[in-house]
T-cell receptor, first 112, second 115 residues
Framework: GESVGLHLPTLSVQEGDNSIINCAYS??????FIWYKQESGKGPQFIID?????DKRQGQRVTVLLNKTVKHLSLQITATQPGDSAVYFC???????????FGKGTRLSVIA | KAGVTQTPRYLIKTRGQQVTLSCSPISGHRSVSWYQQTPGQGLQFLFE???????NKGNFPGRFSGRQFSNSRSEMNVSTLELGDSALYLC??????????????FGPGTRLLVL
């Protein structure tokens, strides 16, 4: 079955640096991808999403890159701030009305 | 615009009991999905409701059930609780059925502890 995995379980970055969180997916039929941020004690918060007809999408301080050739997804955070410290999840979906399949998550720690 | 709300936020039960969790979606959202989050298994999909009908179901035993009301509010029930049911239960709402049809927004979750 389909699966979504993360390359790194933890990531530590200096405040002000850029962060890159990676995600691999196994289902080449997946056509929708989404990133969530989850802070301690809270539910996942939507960051950005991208569809398979796009390679890149930008938001406020975040960029998602999709490489369908190698089935890889990444989230780039510009000028990482202490408030960015959280667990980040990628998730995928395929076909019209199937549910999200989540990866295990990457913990981002920002060092002040 | 109010976000997704879940009640109660915390719950302690004993094995064998049953529990009902409630979720109120964002106004205008008709789809409600439920997820279980544990440290070992991560976020796992339970089921999705749209227009009062279960449309998708994850790989969970029949002890886990849910329903959706005409105002899109949803409840999930777990019967005969087991220790392994201890988890954060998350509800997410979206405008349309299926994750690819509309962004899912999550509530704060209900943390269930089974003793």
């Amino acid at each position: 079955g389909e699966s979504v995995g993360l390359h790194l379980p933890t990531l530590s970055v200096q405040e002000g640096d850029n962060s890159i969180i990676n995600c691999a997916y196994s289902n080449s039929a997946s056509d929708y991808f989404i990133w969530y941020k989850q802070e301690s004690g809270k539910g996942p918060q939507f960051i950005i999403d991208i569809r398979s007809n796009m390679d890149k999408r930008q938001g406020q301080r975040v960029t998602v890159l999709l490489n369908k050739t190698v089935k890889h997804l990444s989230l780039q955070i510009t000028a990482t701030q202490p408030g960015d410290s959280a667990v980040y999840f990628c998730a995928e979906s395929y076909s019209g009305n199937t549910p999200l399949v989540f990866g295990k998550g990457t913990r981002l720690s920002v060092i002040a | 615009k109010a976000g997704v709300t879940q009640t109660p936020r915390y719950l302690i039960k004993t094995r064998g009991q049953q529990v009902t969790l409630s979720c109120s979606p964002i106004s205008g959202h008709r789809s409600v999905s439920w997820y279980q989050q544990t440290p070992g298994q991560g976020l796992q999909f339970l089921f999705e409701y749209f227009s009062e009908t279960q449309r998708n179901k994850g790989n969970f035993p029949g002890r886990f059930s849910g329903r959706q009301f005409s105002n899109s509010r949803s409840e999930m029930n777990v019967s005969t609780l087991e220790l392994g049911d201890s988890a954060l239960y998350l509800c997410a709402s979206s405008r349309a059925l299926g994750a690819a049809q509309g962004t899912q927004y999550f509530g704060p979750g209900t943390r269930l502890l089974v003793l």
